[in-house]
């Protein structure tokens, strides 16, 4: 069984900075692309960067300047760095890994529990 643990969470005034961390454990054959996804009451959830396993990164516009998404092989961990952050980043975030457990299985997403992001002076 495939765990996530995400982190990093919190209050934040305006112009401030966050780093959110989410860690997977338990048999991973490989992981393909990570990525970031929040959502507050009564909007969909959106999708707010994905990196490949290359490194290969994207965006949402709203947030591109400001935040960077990162991972660690290694420790198979996805970041994301939040900087200059505005109230209208207030949401719960989730990570979201596409996984194979196996080579013969196909990969499948996993999601992270959500960390609460509350911008606010």
């Known amino acids: 069984q495939v765990q996530l643990v995400e982190s990093g969470g919190g209050l934040v005034q305006p112009g401030g900075s966050l780093r959110l961390s989410c860690a997977a454990s338990g048999s991973i054959f490989s992981i393909n692309t990570m990525g970031w996804y929040r959502q507050t009451p009564g909007k969909q959830r959106e999708l707010v960067a994905t990196i490949t396993k290359g490194g290969s990164t994207n965006y949402v516009d709203s947030v591109k300047g400001r935040f960077t998404i990162s991972r660690d092989n290694a420790k198979n961990t996805v970041y994301l760095q939040m900087s200059s952050l505005k109230p209208e980043d207030t949401a719960v975030y989730y990570c979201?890994?596409?996984?194979?457990?196996?080579?013969?299985?196909?990969?499948?997403?996993?999601w992270g529990q959500g960390t609460q992001v509350t911008v606010s002076s």
């Open positions: 979201n890994l596409r996984l194979q457990k196996s080579p013969i299985v196909r990969p499948y997403d996993l």
